[in-house]
């Protein structure tokens, strides 16, 4: 017992323990052969696992074959002899065919059987009470032999399954371009992936020095960061945390993952930076086009253009423009408030103006971006030589890198954009320099519209200043034309009511043509004044609902002595009593008066002047036709301007300055109506007033 004991303790591997097992039973009960049939997964059926000394033809025969052919089901030890009875199934047949006693010992490890240990001693023998005891020791034996056996070999299978698994997982991982490294509980670093240990080493960290370090010992700064949260409540909490952070010592954005490992932690980690510099970029878009919406002055701008620069794209930004002279200035620095200062000091001193070799005026006059990705003492002399100073206080700052690009705007390149980074933000690239292009160009367009902007507030000032000129001259005018002429007028009926002395019937009619005349200059100087009221905004309206037709009387009651002494005939429609409009009563008698004067004007005798109305439901038109000489086509619009007559020669007899009609629409227009003509050379015009109907209630109409 001994002696088998040590031959199964010896071997590991699965085929060594099973052979052991076969030869150390033979051994031990001097069996001539022994075989051990193992139980398939299925439970169902044995396979041959060992066999020794057996005849070929007969292991073939029994390799494979149902459990429920060997008789194991009390767990006993079964023999099998020429008188046994045990069963007659193949198997046992097979096992009967050779000479001799047959042991079979059933295998079993925590009351499952998990084999048949077949033993053939050769000659028929009785197995003794005392030698059934030692039989049934080895198959117990053999059992822990063999379930040991197993379980060795499932637990290298498993191994070798955990080892392969974890070996696709780290090649999956190091395939990926996102970081990813996993700590102990304590923080301590156990493995990176490649990504991660190219960031490390770009950053001038040794990954392998890395190993078994605390994190949050080699970067203090994490500690209370979005990062660090994250994987203390993974940790506390055993559930993936995700995080959003910036981080502290390369100016990059991360998104990703903590979650409990079996070792730890692992922490999953995606630069987004890009995206992120094109969000805020955006943002920073949105942020000043609204800004420069709400304040269009040239300074507001440029302001608000450096201010937007930092902290989202540089930590320092400033704005040149080219002046009226041509020179470049600064006009807005943005950053740190002391390095702001500094940079004013600097340009009090020396401006840039007076360093032709600068970044800003080669930009400028290039017209093409300029990038130092590291500045250095012997990049920044090699732009600007013969300025030390400028290396001087870049390196004093911190800066690392800078970019000029410039403000690019309808051809015209307005100033240049600057921008710099400092200390551990990280350097501008091709990329950067994409972007501050795109920003460039946007803010140029920004900068220009406020430039025009500017330029036309300038322009339309000066311009009321001098419409506003023109107004007082022409009131004034009036004024003091209005005085002499209201004298002559006085002096005049003095004369003709003999007053001064008796005057003949010569001199009557003398004094009659200077008070026609007087009456016809302080006409045209009526309009004159009326027209200035009107363009400087002074004349008052009255707007109230109107009937139309005591209008249309009193004026024709005007105009009627003037159309007989024409010998014109007038035709004027019934107008509906209860027909309303919103207008001044005032203004509207004038804007007919004015079309009634131009068409007893321009009508030769015999000819025709009509008035009618025609209404919708939202609009009243007053249409005031005559038979006239008409209206070239190309002139339909043209009359309405001032100063303005058509056929006017120095021949002409018909009077007035062409004021009528531009002072009858804009007092038509100013009522919410309008002013239109149509017209055919020789046939006649035609003249529309449009205003606003207002439909009468029952009890006014009933009132009126």
Not at 96 to 116: F, N, Y
Not at 474 to 500: C, D, F, K, Q, W
Not at 576 to 600: C, M, W, Y
Not at 662 to 679: F, K, P, Q, W
Request: proline share 4%; aromatic share 6%.
């Amino acid at each position: 017992m001994q002696h088998l004991t040590e031959a199964l303790a010896r071997p590991l591997d699965y085929v060594e323990v099973i052979e052991a097992i076969v030869r150390a039973s033979s051994q031990a009960v001097t069996a001539r052969a022994g075989a051990l049939f193992e139980l398939n997964l299925d439970a169902a059926s044995f396979h041959v696992a060992c066999a020794i000394n057996y005849p070929d033809d007969l292991i073939q025969e029994v390799d494979s074959f149902a459990a429920s052919d060997l008789p194991h089901s009390s767990g006993e030890v079964v023999i099998l002899d020429a008188a046994g009875t045990a069963g007659d199934s193949a198997a046992l047949r097979a096992l009967r065919s050779i000479p001799g006693t047959h042991l079979l010992l059933p295998l079993s490890a925590a009351d499952e059987l998990i084999g048949v240990l077949a033993l053939s001693l050769g000659t028929d023998r009785r197995i003794l009470p005392n030698e059934l005891g030692f039989i049934r020791a080895i198959a117990r034996q053999s059992a822990v032999a063999l379930e040991r056996a197993r379980l060795y070999q499932r637990e290298r299978q498993a191994r070798r399954e955990a080892e392969f698994a974890r070996a696709r997982l780290e090649e999956t991982l190091d395939a990926i371009s996102d970081q990813h490294f996993v700590c102990d509980a304590q923080g301590r670093y156990v493995r990176f992936n490649r990504a991660a240990r190219d960031f490390f080493r770009r950053n001038g960290y040794d990954p392998d020095e890395l190993i078994d370090k605390v994190i949050w010992d080699e970067f203090p700064r994490l500690v209370g960061g979005p990062m660090h949260q994250a994987v203390q409540r993974a940790l506390r909490e055993g559930i993936p945390v995700a995080f959003d952070a910036r981080s502290r010592y390369t100016n990059s954005w991360y998104e990703g993952h903590a979650y409990p490992v079996s070792e730890g932690i692992a922490v999953y980690a995606r630069d987004v930076t890009e995206r992120r510099q094109a969000e805020e970029v955006t943002q920073f878009l949105a942020d000043a086009s609204a800004a420069l919406a709400q304040s269009l002055e040239p300074d507001l701008a440029v302001a608000e253009i450096s201010r937007g620069l930092v902290p989202a794209f540089a930590d320092l930004s400033a704005v040149f423009v080219r002046g009226d002279d041509g020179k470049i200035r600064p006009v807005a620095f943005a950053g740190d408030a002391h390095v702001v200062q500094r940079l004013w000091e600097k340009e009090r001193r020396r401006p840039i103006a007076t360093i032709p070799s600068h970044p800003v005026h080669l930009a400028l006059e290039q017209g093409t971006s300029i990038l130092v990705d590291d500045v250095s003492r012997e990049s920044i002399t090699r732009l600007i030589p013969e300025e030390p100073r400028i290396a001087d206080l870049a390196l004093e700052l911190g800066v690392t890198s800078m970019l000029y690009v410039p403000l690019i705007a309808r051809g015209r390149t307005l100033g240049v954009l600057a921008a710099a980074t400092r200390n551990e933000r990280r350097r501008f690239t091709p990329r950067d320099r994409e972007v501050a292009e795109e920003i460039a160009r946007r803010s140029a367009i920004h900068l220009d519209n406020a430039r025009l902007f500017a330029a036309a507030e300038r322009a339309r000032a000066e311009a009321e200043r001098a419409s506003q000129a023109k107004s007082d001259f022409l009131a004034v005018m009036s004024h003091e034309l209005r005085t002499p002429l209201n004298a002559i007028a006085g002096y005049t009926e003095l004369l003709e009511l003999g007053l001064r002395g008796p005057v003949n019937e010569q001199q009557i009619e003398d004094l009659r043509r200077v008070r026609q005349s007087q009456r016809h200059l302080l006409g045209l100087i009526n309009e004159l004044l009326n027209f200035a009221r009107l363009d400087a905004g002074g004349v008052r309206f009255e707007i109230h609902d109107i009937p139309v037709a005591p209008c249309v009387a009193a004026t024709l009651s005007l105009i009627e002595p003037q159309m007989r002494a024409r010998g014109l005939r007038c035709d004027a429609d019934a107008i509906d009593g209860t027909l309303l409009v919103h207008a001044d009563a005032e203004k509207l008698r004038q804007i007919l008066l004015n079309l009634f004067s131009n068409a007893v004007k321009y009508t030769a005798t015999g000819g025709r002047v009509a008035i009618q109305a025609d209404t919708d439901e939202e609009r009243v038109r007053l249409l005031v036709s005559d038979t006239g000489v008409g209206i070239p086509a190309d002139k339909l619009e043209t009359i309405f301007e001032p100063f303005v007559q058509v056929n006017r020669t120095l021949s002409t007899v018909n009077d007035g300055v062409g004021l009528g009609l531009a002072i009858s629409r804009d007092l038509a227009r100013a009522m919410g109506g309008d002013l239109t003509v149509e017209s055919q050379l020789g046939r006649g015009s035609t003249f529309a007033v449009h205003l606003r109907r207002v439909h009468a209630s029952a009890e006014n109409t009933l009132a009126r």
